[in-house]
T-cell receptor, first 112, second 114 residues
Framework: ETGVTQSPTHLIKTRGQQVTLRCSSQ?????VSWYQQALGQGPQFIFQYYREEENGRGNFPPRFSGLQFPNYSSELNVNALELDDSALYLC???????????FGQGTRLTVV | AQSVTQLDSQVPVFEEAPVELRCNYS??????LFWYVQYPNQGLQLLLKYLSGSTLVKGINGFEAEFNKSQTSFHLRKPSVHISDTAEYFC????????????FGKGTKLSVIP
């Protein structure tokens, strides 16, 4: 059984650019959530995908968008990057609502 | 709306001493509660969870937590800490059936002193 894997591990982007982060779910998991963890803070929920449809969203602007593919892997896209988007982005997969969420190692995004 | 408060941002403790990391939550509905640990430059690992049943929950690495509904608390305890327990600990709440969003506290950094 493979765990949740994220790529890349680190990324540096310039303000105004666009970025795509990737996540491979744990085997058998059909639900993927994305979280943003700013330095010194707890993770904050961005959105969740279930069977390729977004079915929940936190308090993040529309320039944060995502996709889930038929194999349940997922992408997080952020347009028009701002300095405050610098954070650790965590992907979590689960087998269903209210089951354990398994987290990946995260992608550290730095916006300069 | 739900929220989580971790009362201590940093907790230093000597090796082999007991430790308690405090967590209080607010929610208008019944909740599921979790503690996660994060080692430097790592993702989150689940320590333990409360879904229902016994209010005393045992987790990995010798940790346990007690759910107290009247005090809306879910404090994490370990009777004897080890150097390897040095990490950041996050309390999280997931409000009830059909929910999907985890709301996290700001974290408590546990530093174990040799």
């Amino acid at each position: 059984e493979t765990g949740v894997t994220q790529s890349p591990t680190h990324l540096i982007k310039t303000r105004g650019q666009q970025v795509t982060l990737r996540c491979s779910s744990q085997s058998g998991h059909n639900t993927v959530s994305w979280y943003q963890q700013a330095l010194g803070q707890g993770p904050q929920f961005i959105f969740q995908y279930y069977r390729e449809e977004e079915n929940g969203r936190g308090n993040f602007p529309p320039r944060f968008s995502g996709l889930q593919f038929p194999n349940y892997s997922s992408e997080l896209n952020v347009n028009a990057l701002e300095l405050d988007d610098s954070a650790l982005y965590l992907c979590a997969s689960r087998a269903g609502a209210n089951t354990e969420a398994f987290f990946g190692q995260g992608t550290r995004l730095t916006v300069v | 709306a739900q929220s989580v408060t971790q009362l201590d941002s940093q907790v230093p403790v000597f090796e082999e001493a007991p430790v308690e990391l405090r967590c209080n939550y607010s929610s208008s509905v019944s909740v599921y509660l979790f503690w996660y640990v994060q080692y430097p430059n790592q993702g989150l690992q689940l320590l333990l969870k409360y879904l229902s049943g016994s209010t005393l929950v045992k987790g990995i690495n010798g940790f346990e937590a007690e759910f107290n509904k009247s005090q809306t608390s879910f404090h994490l305890r370990k009777p004897s800490v080890h150097i390897s327990d040095t990490a950041e600990y996050f309390c999280a709440v997931n409000s009830g059936a059909g929910s999907y969003q985890l709301t996290f506290g700001k974290g408590t950094k546990l530093s174990v002193i040799p």
